[in-house]
């Protein structure tokens, strides 16, 4: 899975990383990745506390019923999901009966193990950045985090990959997006293409790989509107802004990202379901997990939805967009 921004998407042939980026193998790369965990196990405080604690604490007592039982429950909470946590502690009891495991240190240790497994999907994570330009979409019910996480992202293809981006403000349903995703422009230093309330958002998105084809732009990312008078509205207007992309760039979009808000757990897995029925998805954006206890959605959604989670928002600062590692996210989760 994706740890580095260079794990996450794949440059084009003769283009190298900023300088300074997040790779790197050397003491400097492992003091970097180091500090990244660090803040990624803060951010997921509120589950870590909830989670990690309770585990911690049934892990390494003797095992017996009541303490299967109550890790069961712990994992729930933390929106694990039922079925999932069911088939991760039937498979971690039966390995610890039979002696494979031993020791608090050690189950804890498999349980990480046995939880990250449950994040890997067939489907590929990397994205591919050879497309000239490459084009993004995102899309998700309102609220749920797309104008933010397209400014984060743009933040940092540029200062990571040092890739050039434009975006596309194709969320025109509300007054107020436009201007909103004006602000992450100018923070995240890189032009956008404007629509008005009311506009076709087609058009917008349109304008947007217009531009960008001829400006010569790495990376073009176009916002939608999550939100319209029905659903099927929304499927077909989605679907419409994607042809009117393929029309100025076959193949585009290269890449359909799907936001979903973690706060809203269950709920929010059931809208996000919806959609990837709807319009074809290609990676999950897990957000707001700095402000749930039920982080554990993040492991259980590739599972549930067979789409890879491929970025994590921990918080609503620039740098809180993260590359999803299911084995570092779930080290974050359970240890104390
Ligand atoms: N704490 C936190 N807040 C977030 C995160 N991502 C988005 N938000 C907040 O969620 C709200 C809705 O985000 P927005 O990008 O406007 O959602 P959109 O309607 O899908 O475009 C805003 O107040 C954001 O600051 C995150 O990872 N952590
Ligand atoms: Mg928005």
Known sequence: MAREWTDLFVLPDGAAPAPGHDGG???EGGRRRGRIFRRLRENLSKTRQALGAEIQATLFQTMDEETWERLEEALIMADVGAATTAKVVAQLEQEAEAGDVEGGEALSARLTELLAGIARTEQPVRIDLSPEPTVIIAVGVNGTG???TI???AWH??????????????DTFRAAATEQL???AQRAGCAMVSGRQGQDPGSVAFEAVRRGREEG????VVDTAGRLHNQDQLMDELAKVRRVIAKQLPEAPHETLLTVDATTGQNGLRQAMLFSRAVPVDGIVMTKLDGTAKGGIALAIAGELGIPVKLIGVGEALEDLRPFDADDFARALITP
């Open 25 to 27: 193998d050397g003491d």
């Open 146 to 148: 797309k104008t933010t």
């Open 151 to 153: 400014g984060k992202l």
């Open 157 to 170: 293809l540029q200062r990571e990959l040092g890739q050039t981006v434009l975006l596309g403000a194709a």
């Open 182 to 184: 004006e602000g992450w």
């Open 217 to 220: 732009v790495d990376v073009v």
